[in-house]
């Protein structure tokens, strides 16, 4: 079977087995979603404090329920699993594209309906036509954290704690990202540019791609 012909069956496998859970929609998803509603609970009724802070609490969330979702894989990725795969012949870069793609599907899945419950309900100021553009930061950091996720997997496979280890391996490298997603809306609502942060996401997105395609051999070798 091909790289390509590889990536695709280890997210479609991915995407089935999260079907069969559905620990991201039955689970993470509603209590992102409550953490959501008790912000402005606890602001009382300054509906402009409410409106200003929405962003902020988005990726606020989005990164600490996201994490769930990008080091899910590590949680199933056991031993015997992996000695599977190395019998099959899998390439251990094209698993790692692979999670990569699977778990970003459910990313952007996860974050678009955190962004709409958000606009419903703390109501934030975007400029007409910004949908596409918030659309496409979305989509970057998505793949940025899903990235480092199953890296940082990769990186703690075999180790004791390694749900724990990952977590912490993974929330200050996702920092490029958090600041460039929550830059990006807040410029979009005072109508200034975003390129800048667009480019730092894409810039983050790149660099962890090219770092796990380059270190999944050696690091799939060092857990033997």
Do not use: K
């Amino acid at each position: 079977m091909s790289f390509w012909g590889q990536t695709l069956e280890i997210a479609r496998v991915d995407l089935r087995v999260e079907r069969r859970l559905g620990d991201t929609l039955r689970i993470v998803l509603p209590f992102a979603v409550v953490a959501l509603m008790v912000f402005p609970l606890s602001l009382g009724i300054e509906l402009a404090v409410i409106s200003r802070i929405g962003p902020a609490v988005f990726w606020s969330l989005g990164i600490l329920f996201g994490m769930q979702i990008a080091l899910r894989q590590s949680v199933a990725d056991t031993q015997e699993r992996r000695d599977l795969h190395a019998l099959l012949g899998v390439d251990p870069a094209a698993r790692f594209v692979g999670r990569m793609l699977s778990g970003g599907v459910l990313m952007l899945a996860f974050l678009v309906v955190l962004f709409i419950a958000m606009v419903l309900i703390y109501g934030p100021t975007l400029p007409p036509g910004s949908w596409s553009t918030v659309l496409v930061g979305t989509v970057l950091f998505s793949i940025g954290l899903t990235e480092l996720g199953t890296l940082a997997g990769e990186v703690t496979a075999g180790l004791r704690n390694r749900t724990a280890l990952a977590s912490l391996i993974v929330a200050p490298l996702a920092l490029p990202l958090v600041i460039g997603a929550s830059q990006s809306l807040e410029a979009l609502s005072r109508g200034a540019g975003i390129l800048p942060w667009v480019l730092l996401m894409l810039a983050t997105d790149l660099a962890l791609a090219v770092v796990g395609v380059g270190l999944a051999r050696p690091l799939e070798e060092a857990t033997r």
